[in-house]
């Protein structure tokens, strides 16, 4: 299984500042990382994919990047709508392939809180 | 625009079972392969298996494999996690979520999730 480490585990910051949030994996994922963002209450929202590709109406602060085991999603300018949990998530796994060949697994998430 | 709706909340007895559906619209559903992500209240995220709408061919996490069955309906667009045994760690919300056209496990679109709290 390949695990994922994130830091930090909370994260303080006043409305306009940079976040960044890392994610180590235990081995190569190539850059198939993807990072989501979740509020209380809510299903997970795809942020990035592919390590560094904002998903559909995903706003242009919000920046990943990285590859191998080492990656990183910034927040340029944080806003009130943007203090939540964030996870990663490895998928690791070819395209060529038919079923999936890897489990996909997720990190244990960063708290964006209000400072 | 695309959706997954999935059913209400449920509450088991250890040693019983639960099916939950997923409901997915606004996208040809046999396109898209589909994952099961469940997720323990306070807790990360675990990812439970993937099913192709197409054929039903279905892959589980080696952690479920006994215990878990995914199956879809193509005539009216609803994929279906069954999981049996049920423990009292297995008290979670069960996500539905949209991953890819290739077998890729990334999911651009989630249900509102079923909360399924097993008690004796």
């Known amino acids: 299984e390949i695990v994922l480490t994130q830091s930090p585990g909370t994260l303080s910051l006043s409305p306009g500042e940079r976040a960044t949030l890392s994610c180590r994996a235990s081995q190569s994922v190539s850059s198939y990382i993807a990072w989501y963002q979740q509020k209380p209450g809510q299903a997970p929202r795809l942020l990035i994919h592919g390590a560094s590709s904002r998903a559909t109406g995903i706003p242009d602060r919000f920046s990943g990047s990285g590859s191998g085991t080492d990656f990183t999603l910034s927040i340029s300018r944080v806003e009130a709508e943007d203090f939540a949990v964030y996870f990663c998530?490895?998928?690791?796994?070819?395209?060529?392939?038919?079923?999936?060949?890897?489990?996909?697994?997720f990190g244990q998430g960063t708290k964006v809180e209000i400072k | 625009q695309v959706q997954m709706v999935q059913s209400g909340a449920e509450v088991k007895k250890p040693g019983a079972s639960v099916k939950i559906s997923c409901k997915a619209s606004g996208y040809t559903f046999s396109t898209y392969y589909i994952h099961w992500v469940r997720q323990v209240p306070g807790q990360g995220l675990e990812w439970m298996g993937i099913i192709n709408p197409r054929g039903g061919s279905t892959t589980y996490a080696q952690k479920f494999q006994s215990r878990v069955t995914m199956t879809s309906d193509t005539s009216t667009g609803t994929v279906y996690i069954d999981v049996t045994s049920l423990r009292s760690d297995d008290t979670a919300v069960y996500y539905c979520?949209?991953?890819?056209?290739?077998?890729?496990?990334?999911?651009?679109?989630w249900g509102q999730g079923t909360l399924v709290t097993v008690s004796s």
């Open positions: 998530q490895q998928y690791s796994s070819s395209p060529t392939l038919g079923p999936v060949t890897k489990e996909p697994t």
């Open positions: 979520a949209r991953g890819a056209v290739v077998p890729l496990a990334r999911f651009d679109y």
